[in-house]
Nanobody, 115 residues
């Protein structure tokens, strides 16, 4: 099973982007789906995560600007990003966790925000 991300790109500060992630096959007993990011020289960090019950968690730095949504039946998760800032520049990764197995990761999509 692969997670395929799309929607990254170059945008000016204040702009918006929507990232999408979809699984190429079946994943059973999914616990949550989320987005992480890694900027150059920094560790990978959680951006947003949504559980099967619909609970969403966000990094403090993106609260009020980013919105995560997911379809657990189709194994798809999107990240709507508004009011983007240069510090949001990073490679964004989709992740799906399920019971009894290692997390699934996407290959990453670059988001670059120019000032």
């Amino acid at each position: 099973v692969q997670l395929v991300e799309s929607g990254g790109g170059l945008v000016q500060a204040g702009g918006s982007l929507r990232l999408s992630c979809a699984a190429s096959g079946s994943i059973f007993s999914i616990n949550d789906m989320g987005w992480y990011r890694q900027a150059p020289g920094k560790e990978r960090e959680l951006v947003a995560r949504i559980t099967r019950r619909g609970t969403a968690n966000y990094a403090d730095s993106v609260k009020g600007r980013f919105t995560i949504s997911g379809d657990f039946g189709k194994i798809m998760v999107d990240l709507e990003m508004n009011s983007l800032k240069p510090e949001d520049t990073a490679v964004y990764y989709c992740r799906v966790t399920s019971a009894g197995t290692y997390p699934f990761w996407g290959q990453g999509t670059q988001v670059t925000v120019s000032s």
